[in-house]
């Protein structure tokens, strides 16, 4: 059973940066997609972003195209999320999520499509 850590969120002002990471335990890291979703309040939990197990394919969500960029480094088994032009409505615990299959081409964006998760971080933005 692979282990999911995230670490980095904190407390930041609008339009300030934090870059969140997800260090996974485990041979088999490069195999697999990864994914950070966030979850606020009284709200579902959603997708944010995506990346291939090669990293050579990225996938964001609408909220956050050109403002996030997730990277990996699969020889430290981390993905990371790199978060500028914070707003006050990115506030949430963010999540990362291996995906269920290794090898996928095609990532999938729902939380069914990921098998295995870490504990969150809390990321606050003030206005």
């Known amino acids: 059973q692979v282990q999911l850590v995230e670490s980095g969120g904190g407390l930041v002002q609008a339009g300030g940066s934090l870059r969140l990471s997800c260090a996974a335990s485990?041979?088999?890291?490069?195999?697999?997609?990864m994914a950070w979703f966030r979850q606020a309040p009284g709200k579902e939990r959603e997708f944010v972003a995506a990346?291939?197990?090669?990293?050579?394919?990225?996938n964001y969500a609408d909220s956050v195209k050109g403002r996030f960029a997730i990277s990996r480094d699969n020889v430290k088994n981390t993905v990371y999320l790199q978060m500028n032009s914070l707003k006050p409505e990115d506030t949430a615990v963010y999540y990362c999520?291996?995906?269920?299959?290794?090898?996928?081409?095609?990532?999938?964006?729902?939380?069914?499509?990921?098998?295995?998760w870490g504990q969150g971080t809390q990321v606050t933005v003030s206005s």
């Open positions: 990346i291939t197990w090669s990293g050579l394919r990225t």
């Open positions: 999520a291996r995906d269920r299959v290794q090898f996928t081409v095609v990532v999938g964006t729902d939380v069914v499509d990921f098998g295995s």
């Open positions: 485990g041979r088999t890291f490069s195999s697999y997609a």
